[in-house]
Every structure is written in structure tokens, then in C-alpha cells.
């Protein structure tokens, strides 16, 4: 499970181009955001690795 650190290679970490910065895209209901920003996580439970070749991989 990665860190709160390793968000640029998250999946749901993408740039948005109306704002100009990155932005984590993951949607959280108000309990779920609060457990997450009030320390209640080491690591962050919805980081999903952005590995474009992880299935390519797994067919060889």
C-alpha cells in the first residue's frame, strides 16, 4: 500500500486544466474524506498504482 507521498503515481492523480494544478480525483462522502485528512490513515486506502504496462506484464 503506498504513502500519502507517492500520489504522483496514482492513478486517480491527474491534472486538470481548468484549475492548472493536479488534483486527486477519487470521490469520498464527508465521513470517508475526514477519516482520510484527520490522520486516521498511514497510507492512503483508494492509491491505485498507474503501471500502463502491469498487464502486459501479467500475459508474458
Do not use: H, W
Amino acid at each position: 500500500m503506498a504513502g500519502f507521498n507517492e500520489c504522483e503515481s496514482c492513478t486517480y492523480y491527474t491534472y486538470d486544466e481548468d484549475s492548472e494544478e493536479y488534483c486527486c480525483l477519487v470521490t469520498l462522502d464527508e465521513d470517508e474524506y475526514y477519516a482520510l485528512v484527520s490522520g486516521n490513515y498511514r497510507n492512503c486506502p483508494y492509491f491505485r498504482n498507474d503501471d500502463e504496462y502491469g498487464i502486459v506484464r501479467k500475459q508474458m
